[in-house]
């Protein structure tokens, strides 16, 4: 295993993997209500043909792997997918991004297949206003699959809040008072421009702004990530169990450290998140080509990951939604 780099020697680890781009929610800046094009069934990957590009990107030094979507847990047999993806000589860690409403239902046997831990989207602590974002499904599934989760060990369960002023802002001081009294592990994400409420510039908050008024509640403390790595910086109130995380792909973008390579639901390696650059990986999975020649077409595709996005250049993302490319 020589392990894998890109032309700007950044190492790349890490390979998320968006299992299907149908979902059971319809979060405000991600979809619209009706939903997106979904892309035809026949088009999406097997488990067999995911384990085998996994396979192939472990031989060349992937280690990590999340799955996401789309909603993952809509998925059928998630956990038999898990189970072939912990089998995998050096894959190191497997987890899971998941909007928490069907995760009670399948935590258990997703940790038996070899999950080691989630984290779930949570934008809100109030039941109407979860109704509002969401479109849909109710604010206590999500948070008894929390509670099951944490139970089971699958942690640390992480909670990614998107921050958008005038929808959820007014709760910032609530998921810090959550990270004090109850040991949560909460990372506030920009918004990025995905989504109706994603496209409206009124919405958006930086990342400085949201720790200024966090910080108004009292001082934070660097600290280090409890576990996985990636883009996010964390700090914690002192005495807190739990820790805030901050992800500003926007204001500060995190490019220079990079580490990860998308695999979309229908195939395609997608190279940034917030770039358009694509690699058909489906078409050689189908025509029966060699392993070593995926390991190829992997090593090719991280070669030509782009230095950075360009969106404060106005360039993305691309008429794309992110359960499309697997956010
Ligand atoms: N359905 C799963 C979930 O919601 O966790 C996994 C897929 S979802 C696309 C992955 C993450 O992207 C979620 O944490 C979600 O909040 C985030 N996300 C979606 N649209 C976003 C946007 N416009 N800006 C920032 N984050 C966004
Ligand atoms: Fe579904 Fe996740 Fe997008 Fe919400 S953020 S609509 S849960 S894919």
């Known amino acids: 295993m020589t392990g894998l780099s ?12 968006s299992v299907t781009d149908r ?17 035809p069934r026949e088009d999406m990957l097997s488990y067999e043909e995911i384990y085998t590009v996994a396979r192939a ?11 996401t979507g789309g909603e993952p847990l809509v998925r059928a047999g ?10 995998i000589e050096g894959i190191e860690d497997i987890a899971l991004t998941t ?36 479109r849909g499904q109710r604010l206590e599934q999500v948070l008894e ?25 007014d709760e910032i001081p609530d998921f810090a008072r959550k990270t004090i009294d109850d040991g ?61 995380g901050f992800i500003s792909p926007i204001s500060e973008h995190f490019c220079t450290n990079c580490n990860r390579l998308r695999l979309t639901a229908d195939g395609h390696l997608h190279l940034c998140l917030l770039g358009e650059a694509e690699v058909d990986l489906r078409a050689a999975l189908r025509s029966g080509v060699s392993q070593a020649e995926i ?17 404060a250049e106005g360039k993305g993302p691309f008429g794309k939604a992110m359960a499309h490319i697997g956010g």
């Open 78 to 87: 998630l956990s038999r997918l898990v189970s072939m993806l912990a089998g």
């Open 57 to 67: 990107a472990a031989e060349l030094g992937i280690s990590k792997v999340r799955l």
């Open 99 to 134: 909007n928490g409403v069907l995760l009670a239902r399948y935590a258990a046997e997703l940790k038996a297949a070899g999950l080691r831990r989630v984290n779930v989207s949570l934008d809100t602590l109030r039941p109407d206003r979860f109704q509002r974002i969401t």
């Open 184 to 244: 949560w592990n909460v990372r506030f994400i920009e918004l990025m421009p995905f989504g109706e409420e994603g496209a409206k510039e009124e919405n958006h908050i930086p990342v400085a702004e949201i720790r200024e008024r966090l910080e108004a509640l009292g001082p934070l403390e660097a600290c280090m990530p409890a576990a996985g790595g990636g883009p996010a910086r964390y700090f914690r109130y002192p005495n807190a169990k739990g820790s805030i």
């Open 295 to 311: 390991k190829a077409i992997l090593q090719r595709a991280v070669a030509a990951k782009p230095e950075r996005h360009y969106l």
């Open 23 to 39: 979902c059971n929610l319809r979060c405000i800046y991600c979809m619209p209500e009706e939903g997106i094009d979904l892309f």
């Open 6 to 17: 890109d032309s700007f020697q950044r190492p790349i680890d890490y390979l998320r993997i």
């Open 145 to 169: 699959g929390l509670r099951v989760a944490e139970e089971l060990g699958l942690t640390p369960v992480k909670i990614n809040v998107v921050a958008m002023r005038g929808i959820n802002d």
